[in-house]
């Protein structure tokens, strides 16, 4: 389960420290004695005698071994007097019928004149009727989900409170059911959230207190109806806790391992008897995802989109307060040294116990992915190789002294398969940094698409496979001038980040190689060229940044740099309302539309 050696991005082996296989054995929890039985339709596994309780509610006698026509889904395997979890899946995901083409959003950048300080799901409408207006049909935009409702805000999107449910800064005021009618100056408070787009900096506490004041004057005066009560009562016990978790984070503070200690735990009677004192408080944070789930249903109708997946979770949040029998401690997921990130990346997120985890029944993983599951849309999963290992590091210690540890990935894999399928959404795969042979071919055999970039693939886009999502960068690495002018470098310099110079100036040059254009060039040319060739990718999706429309030096994000830089806080400039009529975009539009009307190689499960 835990790795001893492992072998680097540059192809060296490197040891782990026994200092930290000593630490990581104390914390990893041991094999539970019956985990999940995964299976496909057609695969009869020998079994004791027993009884098999479908989903669907009926039952099934069993006589040595399960029968061959089971349904997809997750059922009740009950024998020997014990129970243990069934997952029937189809072992591949969703494909779309069609190749597509979109754009990536930082959907909190992306503002336009009537937002209030940052982009919400009412601009993501108006990007999505803009992008299909251009025969775009996919959208690719940054995690939404909550972090603490308490200030100050955390700006990293990939840093949730909970992988479950979605940040109500993201809400569209003005159409809120009750709004119009309720007794709240909506124009006056639109006025001064319009005033929060001077600043070229998000002030996302600024935001959140404008849009919770008035959120609550709509909840103590409009009619919240049947429908929400009925969305909440179907949510079940993970809304109840979470509405409580909200409740109490805002008397108690956002991270809960500070609470008193009789709040520390979600079962505790504590928690139960103030959640019952604080009904209304609980009701309006549920309600609060109601109108996010509600919203992001109605606005993003008009295109395919492809929302993303972080690798983990606050260490103070709600998920990990919810599930902190499940998780190691004293751990946090990262990165070993690569080139691009000399010393390794540290991202402070605890991991789940694989043995825990798998005693559970898989319910946490399954929750998460289906929160995320947009019907007829996508996901994206951040760090997709966490499925199948991930780089523990000790607490105290540093990247390089971190190791890998096994998690059980055929499983966790077929759950993402069975959900895909359930919600018809196509899954892509972050397969990005230290890639472990045949992993990439496993992914494929799943039907996850790989995710190939123009600044990290040695070969020309039109060798990519078919199976994949292509793109020039990510939120995390220079954009196309950031890179063709060196400010990147410049900037990872001023941090004094230590850059790795040779690695990104070969990708400079390789870069020029392929467009074919010298210093000289223009930067629209640039992006222009530089996504023509991107274009000549087979991928069955091909996909943009608004960063690269808008010929951005800075990129969202340099990793471990939060304290010096405003990561997560860029507001994209020129706003949407202008962007969106840059001549680029038509140029870009007419690449791609061209590109996926050619007929591509029918994937066929392979990397």
């Known amino acids: ?44 596994p020998a079994i004791e005698d027993g009884e098999l309780a479908l989903e669907s509610g009926a039952t099934v006698e069993l006589h040595g071994s399960l029968p061959p026509e089971l349904p997809l889904g997750y059922h009740r395997l009950i024998t020997g007097g014990a129970e243990r979890r069934l997952i029937v899946s189809p072992g591949r995901c969703h494909l779309p019928g069609q190749r597509r083409w979109g754009w990536s959003a930082q959907l909190y950048a992306t503002r336009s004149d009537r937002s209030w300080g940052m982009g919400d799901l009412a601009d993501l409408e108006h990007l999505s009727k803009w992008a299909r207006g251009q025969g775009a049909s996919m959208l690719l935009v940054n995690p939404l989900l909550a972090v603490s409702p308490t200030l100050p805000r955390q700006p990293s999107p990939y840093f949730p409170a909970t992988r479950r449910f979605r940040d109500p800064i993201y809400l569209h005021v003005e159409t809120v059911p009750g709004a119009e009618t309720a007794g709240v100056d909506i124009e006056e408070a639109g006025r001064a959230g319009r005033a929060l787009n001077a600043g070229a900096v998000i002030d996302r506490d600024a935001v959140w207190k404008l849009k919770l004041q008035t959120l609550e004057g709509i909840w103590r005066e409009a009619d919240q109806g ?85 690798i983990g979770f606050d260490p103070g949040g709600f998920d990990a307060w919810a599930w902190q029998d499940l998780i190691a401690s004293e751990v946090s997921i990262g990165a070993p040294p690569d080139e691009f990130n000399t010393r390794g990346q540290n991202w402070g997120l605890p991991p789940f116990d694989p043995h825990r985890l798998q005693s559970a029944g898989y319910e946490p993983f399954i929750q998460t992915i289906r929160s995320n599951l947009i019907q007829g849309g996508g996901l994206r999963i951040d760090h997709v190789l966490g499925l199948l290992r991930q780089f523990w590091i000790p607490d105290g210690m540093s990247p390089a002294e971190g190791a890998y540890v096994r998690f059980p990935a055929q499983d966790l894999l077929d759950i993402v398969a069975l959900e895909s ?187």
């Open 1 to 44: 389960m835990i790795e001893n050696s492992y072998e680097d991005a540059e192809g060296r082996r490197r040891h782990v420290p026994a200092a930290t296989l000593a630490a990581l054995s104390k914390v990893i929890g041991a094999p539970t004695e019956r985990p999940p039985l995964v299976v496909r339709p057609g695969e009869t």
């Open 226 to 310: 049947v429908e929400f009560e009925q969305w909440r009562i179907a949510q079940g016990a993970p809304l109840e806790e979470y509405g409580g978790w909200c409740m109490l984070a805002e008397h108690l503070g956002g991270d809960w391992r500070h609470w008193p200690m009789q709040y520390r735990r979600p079962d505790g009677p504590a928690v139960a008897r103030t959640r019952e004192d604080r009904r209304d408080r609980v009701r309006f944070h549920q309600w609060l995802q109601w109108l996010s789930h509600r919203q992001l249903e109605r606005f993003t109708s008009d295109v395919m989109v492809v929302q993303d997946l972080p």
């Open 421 to 607: 399928h359930r919600a018809e959404a196509v899954v892509v795969g972050e397969d990005l940094g230290t890639v472990e042979p045949g992993v990439r071919d496993t992914l494929a055999a799943h039907r996850l698409l790989s995710y190939r970039l123009l600044w990290f693939e040695e070969e020309p886009p039109d060798s990519w496979p078919a199976l994949s999502m292509a793109s020039v960068t990510t939120h995390d690495l220079p954009t196309v001038v950031g890179l063709w002018t060196g400010a990147d470098l410049e900037e990872q310099d001023e941090l004094d980040m230590q850059p790795n110079r040779k690695s990104t100036t070969k990708v400079r040059t390789r870069v020029a190689d392929l467009i074919g254009l010298d210093d000289t060039a223009d930067h629209q040319e640039v992006v222009r060229e530089v996504h023509r060739r991107l274009a000549e990718a087979p991928s069955l999706l091909l996909c943009a940044t608004l960063e690269d429309l808008a010929r951005a030096v800075r990129r969202p994000n340099i990793p471990g740099s939060d304290a010096e830089r405003d990561n997560w806080s860029i507001a994209l400039q020129p706003n949407l309302d202008r962007l969106l009529a840059d001549p680029l975009a038509d140029q870009m539009a007419g690449i791609f539309d061209e590109a996926t009307a050619r007929t591509g190689e029918e994937p066929d499960g392979t990397a």
